[in-house]
């Protein structure tokens, strides 16, 4: 047994050693990033293998946004699923490893504010009430209903959000309170929004903020509120509800951001990741909507396809998030390294 | 008399204490077993009407009736195969190193002191150690042979000291037989030692890698994927030597990466898949345990000192 074993071993060591790294003949396109966009580059990797049948591979990983930026400014990767624009530090990073890159919007990613079914005093809320519930200042003093508003009940008010790991975390708390990550900490929070789904469903003095997609498919369990943008809003003091049109016109303000894939340059050089790139773009106002995400509108994929054939390079964003950005304005901006 | 009394009262009342601590036991017990039993039923209704053969032939799909594990089994059993060929030979050659070779001295104590603690460390750190060991420095990237590489060093303390246990266990009797017989200490491990404890070593080895193929943080550390559409490369070709290695360096998913993207989807079709996955997953590692202690009973009987 024990020769055996030695026998094993010694193979094993030699192999990895004589393995130096073994090229598969058949290219793969390499993706990471974000999980929130995982589920669009997955069905886009899906159609995209079937239609060049098995002449490209397209592997998908959910580093996060933050790793995948990482890993994509060391060249490791050919795209990066981002769901909030690159920052400063990875810009930095990219240009320390020469990597240049194309920053593509896919879709809109839009984030519901949802209550118990029975809960009967709240159909829709201001930007400023939102704020008052959820700013780091609220922690320990506001905990009932009344203390956002007295129109409400005094009732222990219980909050459900996204962990601090989250996208949606970061991109909720710069919308509402101002500052990205900044938010109370005295709330359930979940990674998971199924778990977040759960929770509100089953508390009637209970609200929360999840992705769009999570309250669709759990309409039965969940009451969407409708959100008063203020000043800044395309409707000033309308009450919004979020869907695939409010989303997409802008009305639905501040919870609704662009989701984004960023290519790098070189690897824009490739004929497969190219390839594949156009087809994401013109399969994604079809595909973004069954995967149960909104889409652009179908002229913005064209500018963004028109991009990719001038090789705009460079973000629009310089480093930061920006809140209500419309999609014609973003597509109009110069790019920057 | 009354001292007959005063001993009956004394027995009652410790009879009525062995009844009471019985009780206590017989309901911990209880607590975790029902517990456990629940979430097995839970996830048996839910996952196994979704178990059919195209569910283990199918690549993941955005269509939740459409995808299947085939890349996620795939991936999990050839890490399992890489991640007993490193961990076994060298975890029980360690093993019969530090019980039948070392000096017993203060710094065999604090080896053994630091095994024991490697075996508490969460898997997240050896993740993040083998992204910068394997990866990065030894340029292995994201592939089989790290992620065995990564489990087998996670799951080689539990190695280690299973086969110290599983060796202490023989009576040091059989090593004076063998040594009066003339035999050397080599010898004596080759023929007696090994042997006599494979039953105790191989019960830890399956156990190990039980726990090993639950494993998802050092794996996603390492860069694991979760969509991947293609198998790692045949070990087997038509060209000579008819044997390959390349699917070592291939990419790969796992079942327990696969199960939990599934479950943080928003569509419940997914939920069901991420069940009938764990159903999958629940019975390769009962499968294992079953085999593991098939084999403790048959080295058993057939051992009679």
Excluded at chain 1, 83 to 98: H, N, V, Y
Aim: net charge positive.
């Amino acid at each position: 047994m024990l020769t055996n074993l030695v026998a094993a071993l010694s193979l094993i060591v030699g192999v990895s050693v004589s393995l130096s790294v073994a090229q598969a003949q058949v290219p793969v396109i390499k993706i990471d990033g974000s999980s929130t966009v995982f589920p669009i580059t997955e069905a886009m990797a899906e159609e995209f293998q079937t239609a060049q049948r098995g002449k490209v591979r397209v592997t998908v990983g959910i580093s996060g946004t933050g790793g995948g930026f990482k890993k994509f400014c060391r060249g490791e990767i050919d795209v990066q699923d981002a769901s909030r624009p690159i920052q400063t530090s990875e810009l930095e990073a990219c240009r320390k490893a020469g990597i240049k890159f194309l920053e593509l919007p896919i879709a809109y990613d839009a984030t519901a504010v949802v209550v118990n079914p029975k809960n009967t005093w709240i159909k829709s809320m201001t930007v400023a009430e939102l704020k008052k519930m959820w700013e780091p200042a609220a922690q320990g003093k506001v905990g009932k209903w009344s203390d956002v508003n007295p129109a409400w009940p005094k009732e222990n008010l219980k909050l459900y959000g996204a962990g601090s790991d989250s996208g949606t975390f970061d991109y909720f708390t710069e919308a509402i309170v101002g500052k990205s990550k900044s938010s109370r900490g005295d709330y359930t929070a979940s990674e998971d929004d199924n778990t977040l789904v759960t929770g509100v469903s089953n508390d009637l003095y209970a609200l929360g903020y999840v992705p769009l997609a999570y309250y669709e498919e759990n309409r039965a369990k969940l009451k969407v509120v409708a959100i008063v943008g203020g000043d800044k809003a395309p409707k000033k003091n309308e009450a919004v509800l979020p869907g695939r049109e409010t989303v997409e016109n802008g009305t639905y303000f501040p919870l609704s951001r662009p989701i984004f894939i960023y290519v790098s340059e070189k690897s824009m050089a490739k004929a497969e990741v190219k390839d594949f790139v156009n087809f994401y773009l013109s399969k994604s106002f079809e595909i973004v909507p069954q995967v149960k995400y909104v889409p652009l509108p179908a002229k913005a994929y064209d500018a963004v396809k028109e991009h990719v054939k001038k090789n705009k390079v460079g973000t629009v964003f310089g480093g930061h998030s920006e809140i209500g950005l419309k999609i014609e304005e973003l597509m109009k901006r110069e790019g920057s390294l | 008399m009354e001292a007959h009394q005063d001993l009956l009262a004394n027995i009652k009342r410790r009879q009525m204490w062995d009844f009471v601590f019985a009780l206590m036991g017989l309901l911990a017990l209880l607590f975790a077993l029902v517990t456990l039993l629940a979430l097995i039923v839970d996830l048996a209704i839910t996952g196994v009407p979704r178990i059919n053969a195209e569910f283990f032939v199918n690549f993941p799909s955005r269509f939740a009736e459409k995808a299947g594990i085939l890349s996620a089994w795939v991936g999990s059993f050839c890490i399992m195969i890489t991640t007993a060929f490193c961990a076994i030979p060298l975890g029980v050659a360690a093993g019969v190193y530090l019980e039948e070779y070392s000096k017993k001295n203060w710094i065999s104590q604090l080896i053994e002191l630091n095994i024991i603690n490697l075996a508490g460390i969460p898997s997240i750190t050896y993740g993040l150690m083998a992204l910068g060991l394997f990866v990065y420095k030894l340029k292995l990237g994201q592939s089989i042979l790290t992620a065995g590489l990564t489990l087998g060093l996670l799951v080689l303390p539990i190695i280690i000291v299973t086969t110290r246990e599983a060796i202490r266990a023989i009576p040091n009797t059989i090593r004076e037989a063998s040594y009066a017989m003339g035999a050397s200490k080599w010898q004596t491990v080759r023929y007696h030692i090994l042997p006599y404890s494979s039953g105790g070593i191989l019960t830890g080895v399956i156990i190990s890698l039980s726990r090993a193929i639950g494993e998802t943080a050092p794996l996603i550390t390492i860069g694991a994927l979760t969509f991947i559409a293609f198998l790692p490369t045949p070990p087997v070709d038509g060209q000579f030597p008819y044997l390959n290695f390349k699917w070592l360096m291939d990419p790969f998913t796992v079942m327990p990466i696969q199960m939990f993207n599934w479950l943080s989807r928003p569509q419940p079709e997914f939920h069901v898949n991420a069940a009938a996955t764990g159903v999958v997953l629940l019975l390769m590692t009962l499968i294992m345990n079953g085999g593991a202690i098939y084999l403790r009973s048959r080295f058993r009987k057939k051992m009679k000192w």
